[in-house]
């Protein structure tokens, strides 16, 4: 159980467009979801933070322009990469709580996405 | 900043078994400790999480002293597969969700 489906696990787009990546928790209902940032040889970095229904809470020095949330049901949240730039380009990871689990914060990740921006 | 310091790498053969401690001083009274393994190229993937003493799991066994100031990830007889990031998590904040990754302990096992 506790699977988190990321879409798409790969892409590569032309500089200046719009990329958008689906994280879908498959068999529970995840109250909140995070996504998170991760180059090469170095830590995950928390983007922002959705919850259900309300807009997300990013992390200081996370444009939320140019990373836009949507976290509309308790499967699904989406972000999208607008007017994508090489400097874009990184793997892109989702991950997901279990709300009814209120004293473990065990969070359930997707496979990632890389995104390179030509 | 991340809350917790783990070994930034560590070598094993083979069918040993592997302890890889963590500190995390300023654990909170209400914190979990959890534990993700991470290969490259895909998400964390979850070993096991603990409030105090021992908890064991098919994978992994996590031992935590009576302080919770430090807890060891125990993986038995591991193998070629088990090369990889293993990170330590304890939550960022007071009553928060949100985990912040440390650089974490790349597990090379050699044959």
């Known amino acids: 159980g506790a699977v988190v489906s990321q879409h798409p696990s790969w892409v590569i787009c032309k500089s200046g467009t719009s990329v958008k990546i689906e994280c879908r928790s498959l068999d529970f209902q995840a109250t909140t979801m995070f996504w998170y940032r991760q180059f090469p040889k170095q830590s995950l970095m928390l983007m922002a933070t959705?919850?259900?229904?309300?807009?997300?809470?990013?992390e200081q020095g996370v444009e939320k322009d140019k990373f836009l949330i949507n976290h509309a049901s308790l499967t699904l949240s989406t972000l999208t990469v607008t007017s994508a730039h090489p400097e874009d380009s990184s793997f892109y990871i989702c991950?997901?709580?279990?709300?009814?689990?209120?004293?473990?914060?065990?969070?359930?990740f997707g496979d990632g996405t890389r995104l390179s921006i030509l | 900043l991340a809350k917790t310091t783990q070994p930034i790498s560590m070598d094993s053969y083979e069918g040993q078994e592997v302890n890889i401690t963590c500190s995390h001083n300023n654990i909170a009274t209400n914190d979990y400790i959890t534990w993700y393994q991470q290969f490259p190229s895909q998400g964390p993937r979850f070993i096991i999480q603990?409030?105090?003493t021992k908890v064991t799991n098919e994978v992994a066994s996590l031992f935590i002293p009576a302080d919770r100031k430090s807890s060891t990830l125990s993986l038995p007889r591991v193998s070629l597969s088990d090369t990889a990031v293993y990170y330590c998590l304890v939550p960022s904040g007071a009553g928060s969700y949100q985990l912040t990754f440390g650089k974490g302990t790349k597990l090379s096992v050699i044959p």
């Open positions: 959705s919850n259900e229904g309300s807009k997300a809470t990013y």
């Open positions: 991950s997901a709580r279990e709300g009814r689990f209120v004293d473990h914060t065990a969070q359930h």
């Open positions: 603990g409030y105090k």
